[in-house]
């Protein structure tokens, strides 16, 4: 069946350490993996997806598919990060989201 | 300006009276979906269109409904709300399943 798993519903980081929220998906084939940020009370916007490859606002994510991973990073994290984060697999015709990660980054 | 929009943002109503939540997207986009957010569980799609008069069920379609008579337009109806229901509704479309989502601001609905 087709999946995606965030194990971690919150995560606090103080402002400049690094951040890593974690995704784990389950899917056949080759996976096309997506984060989107949802910032309070705003809608939710695509921070990156990993064919692009590019680092938006200072994340990357990698896909190790040994792992079936695709871990959110930031290596500094700054009090504008915190946000709900979400981590989005399309299945064949289903679009898949795990049930998000909420970071706050402290002062 | 490129938008997804949504109407209402707000609703407030009691068990058993017919609603309807307008989507409307300005992009052209085929595929259009809808999901119902709740705490602890993300986001979950109700019904996904991958084009006009191509619907299908998602993971929590009980109790909806939806049609797509034009690309651009994809109401969500509930026929009979109940409790249960009280959620935050996003609508969002893209060029198709593998692209980006574009999402609509969301209705908070309350059903009593």
């Known amino acids: 069946a087709q999946r995606v798993t965030q194990p971690e519903k919150l995560l606090s980081v103080f402002k400049g350490a690094p951040v890593e929220l974690k995704c784990n998906y389950s899917?056949?084939?080759?996976?096309?993996l997506f984060w989107y940020v949802q910032y309070s009370r705003q809608r939710l916007q695509l921070l990156l997806r990993h064919i692009s490859r590019e680092s938006i606002k200072g994340f990357t994510a990698d896909l190790n598919k040994g792992e079936t991973s695709f871990h959110l990073k930031k290596p500094f994290a700054q009090e504008e990060d915190s946000a709900m984060y979400y981590c989005?697999?399309?299945?064949?015709?289903?679009?898949?989201f795990g049930t998000g990660t909420r970071l706050k980054v402290l002062a | 300006e490129a938008q997804v929009t949504q109407n209402p943002r707000y609703l407030i109503t009691v068990t058993g009276k017919k609603l309807t939540v307008t989507c409307s997207q300005n992009?052209?986009?085929?595929?259009m979906s809808w999901y119902r957010q709740d705490p602890g569980l993300g986001l979950r799609q109700i019904y996904y269109s991958m084009n006009v008069e191509v619907t299908d069920k998602g993971d929590v379609p009980e109790g909806y409904k939806v049609s797509r008579k034009e690309k651009r337009n994809f109401p969500l109806i509930l026929e009979s709300p109940s409790p249960n229901q009280t959620s935050l509704y996003f609508c969002?479309?893209?060029?198709?399943?593998?692209?980006?989502?574009?999402f609509g601001p969301g209705t908070r609905l309350t059903v009593t």
């Open positions: 992009m052209n986009h085929e595929y």
């Open positions: 969002a479309s893209s060029s198709g399943i593998y692209y980006e989502q574009y």
């Open positions: 899917y056949s084939g080759s996976p096309e």
């Open positions: 989005a697999l399309p299945g064949t015709y289903k679009y898949i």
